[in-house]
């Protein structure tokens, strides 16, 4: 037996080969890949049109079109995120001109994508059931979870889970048996990307290497093979890396990309929460899990504390030596991804993103042992039976009767730079530039005018962190950047603005 076989350890019991066989099938595959895109684009559609989610999707936007003008990201455009997902709305800009509607249909297609890669994922690594639960979780979580504004933004953290799910796919969905070198280098590649889509991604790669010390562990590879492969995960990670840094540093952004993606984020963003105040930070994930889905809570928390009890036994028996580096891959994944949610310190909804493809896969691995024992000879009391099938009903109504509450979400309530925007508009031309002194980027989005500095927000220049140090008697002098106010004397005063906002 080997990874494609039930969650849990249950070599006693008949094995159900049937659906097995059908998921074996491409066609199979193809025909879940279009129901989940049928599925979630359903779920998604209302939340297309809306004129702004949250203010993430307008620092994208501005960005995005700045770069489709020739700009350079940290020369020319100035965030404090890794850069994969601006060049990313960039081109879809380019495609679609400039449309945040059809850029949040590239992100329903991402979650697609790393829903169908984390059921093939979980199918080799558990089998079937828990195959097409995962994904349906997954689904569910991804689009009825988290507050609507984080829910169906354009955020950089889609591209955390699409990345650190393919690189899960690449790493556990081959053939039985440890990962090899192509594979590796595949995986590494994948999280390298999702690095450069949001550093606290870098956690993540800590799932491959533990699931390697596992192999060895259980003498599926010998200290040299593991270290090859780590060797080759590596590669992948900077080779990655430095296909998007190496232009950036090339043009001449190296020292602020490493400034405003890493050091700021270390020293100042970061650092305005103590290591409790980020613990505690994560609790408020659980309660909307607890609050929408509780019964996934329950499973979850089951399957969790099953996976850890797998992880520390000391003689497994061969089917669960057989899955247990995937396994441990699925629990590291799931502490690092949370962790890097924390990291943040802030609870916002949407450094939640990453943790929803490994908590959906824990989620759906105990109802899959359940259906297994209702439908298979295993002798059960009636009142046992029962009590099963009317658990699965409960988990079958949370994947797909719950998520429906997705399409009744109301829109933003009216931007107020709105007027202000569509009055620039009617009085500037497009070659104009303006400057927006404050927090409020949408007004370059609506306005349809590019930003006479390279900042597009000005919270480097007061020292005010948005949501963070808002009090009037805070003194934010602290969190000032030195020369900034300088650097953007200079660009306005090298390209000078049409209007001062």
């Known amino acids: 037996m080997g990874r494609g076989t039930a969650a849990f350890d249950s070599a006693s019991l008949p094995t159900v080969k049937f659906p097995s066989e059908i998921l074996n099938q491409r066609r199979s595959w193809v025909i879940l890949g279009i129901a989940l895109l049928a599925w979630i684009l359903w779920l998604r559609g209302p939340s297309f049109e809306a004129k702004m989610w949250n203010v993430d999707e307008t620092i994208h936007a501005t960005i995005a079109e700045v770069l489709l003008d020739g700009g350079v990201l940290y020369r020319d455009a100035i965030d404090q995120r890794t850069p994969l997902s601006y060049y990313a709305v960039a081109a879809a800009f380019g495609l679609t001109g400039s449309s945040l509607p059809a850029t949040r249909v590239f992100i329903a297609l991402l979650i697609v994508g790393a829903a169908l890669m984390l059921s093939r994922t979980a199918f080799r690594v558990n089998g079937p059931i828990t195959s097409i639960g995962s994904a349906l979780v997954f689904a569910a979580f991804a689009n009825h979870l988290l507050t609507p504004e984080d829910t169906f933004a354009v955020h950089t953290e889609w591209f955390v889970v699409f990345f650190t799910t393919a690189g899960a796919f690449c790493f556990l969905a081959g053939p ?60 992948g990670f900077f080779a990655a890396s430095l296909l998007w840094c190496g232009p950036l540093i090339l043009a001449g952004a190296g020292p602020d990309l490493l400034y405003y993606a890493w050091t700021y984020n270390v020293d100042i963003y970061g650092a305005e929460f103590t290591f409790s105040e980020k613990v505690w930070s994560g609790l408020p994930f659980f309660g909307k899990i607890a ?3 509780p019964v996934l809570l329950v499973t979850g928390l089951v399957s969790g504390a099953w996976l850890l009890a797998r992880a520390l036994q000391f003689n497994p028996r061969e089917v669960a030596r057989q899955r247990r580096s995937g396994e441990v891959y699925l629990l590291t994944w799931c502490i690092t991804s949370l962790g890097a949610a924390m990291a943040g310190g802030r609870g916002f909804d949407h450094y939640f993103i990453p943790c929803l493809a490994p908590f959906a896969w824990v989620a759906a691995m105990g109802p899959a042992v359940w259906f297994r024992q209702t439908v298979e000879k295993v002798t059960l009391t009636r009142f046992v039976r029962g009590l099963l099938l009317l658990f699965i009903g409960a988990v079958l109504y949370s994947v797909t009767l719950a998520p429906l509450e997705a399409r009744k979400a109301a829109h933003p309530s009216p931007d107020p730079a709105s007027w202000v925007s569509a009055w620039i508009q009617e009085q500037s031309t497009p070659e104009d530039r303006i400057f927006v002194w404050g927090f409020n980027p ?19 220049q007061t020292g005010l962190i948005p949501w963070t140090n808002v009090a009037p008697e805070i003194d934010t002098d602290y969190a000032r950047i030195d020369g900034s106010m300088d650097t953007l004397l200079q660009d306005l005063e090298s390209r000078p603005p049409r209007y001062i906002i």
């Open 176 to 235: 039985s048996g440890p990962p090899g070198l192509r594979r590796c280098l595949a995986a590494g590649g994948m999280l390298g990307l999702a690095f450069m889509s949001k550093q606290s991604a870098l956690l993540d790669f800590a799932a491959p290497l533990a699931a390697l010390i596992t192999m060895i562990v259980d003498r599926e590879l010998t200290w040299t093979q593991s270290l090859q492969r780590g060797g080759v995960l590596l590669g």
């Open 291 to 293: 609050a929408i889905y």
């Open 442 to 460: 949408d007004i370059y989005y609506y306005a349809d005018r590019r930003p006479a500095s390279r900042f597009v927000y000005c919270t480097f």
